[in-house]
């Protein structure tokens, strides 16, 4: 049998425009006019533009690149968007809830939100949404910062600052989000937040004057003994320093003011691409979501390189 098969680029163009315009496979396609057609770089076969079935684009999406294709995606464009960007952003790692229809009995009832809902956690970089965890609705969202940092380490990333919200405090998260990008973590606190003793410059020197004998220094400069101490099996000592750190200083709130841009982006994701899982079936949830992102991810990369200063405007190109 003689079929055609489209360019991916194509394809992908075609996914991308699927997910701004909030449409059916099938309504995506028939919304197609001859402008679209022109600027898709669709071809044309005896003087009519060849467009793709709704079942050939559904198929593209569901088979041909399915869940580890849309992820690998998801971390070549975050790559882009760095290497087009370069220069140094702060890091926000939150999570949002993902909309489910109230019958969907797979989805959590959250009883923060009052719905039921899946959770997309995300890996913000300023303004750009480089990473991205889907999860059911009432995970803890702890449990995923560590994959979303292992997912940085051949990124390169120029990181100014990290600010996570008080869901994230604890020892080790403050050690990890330090170890992966070498900046001092900006976790708020809960309300009875204590110094720890173990966390001091005494605490930890005598930590590392108990582990003389695979090389604790305790003339070495602060930050080798953290290093030492991460390295050695005692990170949860290197979160209470850092914490320490941030009871102890004045400007802490002022610093983390820039978290609230997180809930602004957060909703300008939902309004772009209906960032939800209503009407999607269980086992393709997290294929569906990671398709949104990675069309959201696509929209902010050209934005960035085609030097379009407002951040949150894309009807420019799309």
């Known amino acids: 049998e003689n079929r055609f098969h489209f360019n991916v680029g194509l394809m992908i163009r075609l996914t991308v425009l699927k997910a701004f315009r909030k449409l059916s496979f099938r309504k995506t396609v028939n919304s197609l006019t001859d402008d679209d057609c022109h600027y898709?770089?669709?071809?044309?076969?005896?003087?009519k533009y060849l467009i793709p079935s709704a079942s050939a684009l559904h198929h593209f999406v569901k088979e041909r690149l399915g869940e580890e294709v849309f992820n690998d995606l998801m971390l070549r464009i975050a790559n882009q968007i760095v290497r087009s960007k370069n220069e140094k952003q702060e890091i926000i790692i939150d999570s949002t809830p993902l909309e489910a229809s109230r019958y969907d009995k797979y989805a959590d009832f959250n009883e923060h939100y009052n719905i039921r809902m899946d959770k997309a956690h995300i890996l913000h970089w300023g303004d750009y949404p480089l990473l991205m965890i889907h999860s059911s609705g009432n995970s803890y969202d702890g449990n995923y910062v560590l994959p979303?940092?292992?997912?940085?380490?051949?990124?390169?990333i120029p990181v100014s600052s990290a600010i996570l919200d008080g869901g994230y405090d604890s020892f080790s998260i403050h050690a990890q989000i330090w170890n992966y990008f070498n900046?001092?973590?900006?976790?708020?606190?809960?309300d009875n937040a204590v110094l720890h003793e173990e966390g001091t410059i005494q605490g930890i020197n005598k930590?590392?004057?108990?582990?003389?004998?695979i090389g604790g220094d305790v003339h070495d400069k602060i930050e080798n003994k953290l290093k030492f101490l991460y390295e050695n099996g005692q990170p949860e000592k290197v979160g209470m320093y850092f914490r320490n750190q941030n009871i102890?200083?004045?400007?802490f709130d002022m610093k983390c003011r820039t978290r609230s841009n997180c809930e602004r982006k957060?909703?300008?994701?939902?309004?772009?691409v209906d960032f939800d899982i209503r009407g999607i079936p269980n086992q393709s949830k997290n294929l569906y979501t990671l398709m949104k992102f990675v069309a959201y991810q696509i929209l902010m990369l050209a934005h960035?390189?085609?030097?379009?200063?407002d951040l949150n405007c894309f009807r420019k190109y799309v």
């Open 40 to 47: 898709l770089k669709i071809p044309v076969i005896n003087g």
């Open 148 to 156: 979303l940092l292992k997912m940085t380490e051949d990124k390169k």
């Open 183 to 190: 900046v001092h973590p900006l976790i708020q606190m809960r």
């Open 207 to 213: 930590q590392i004057n108990k582990m003389w004998k």
């Open 248 to 251: 102890l200083d004045p400007d």
């Open 266 to 272: 957060h909703s300008h994701i939902k309004n772009t």
């Open 304 to 309: 960035t390189q085609l030097k379009f200063e």
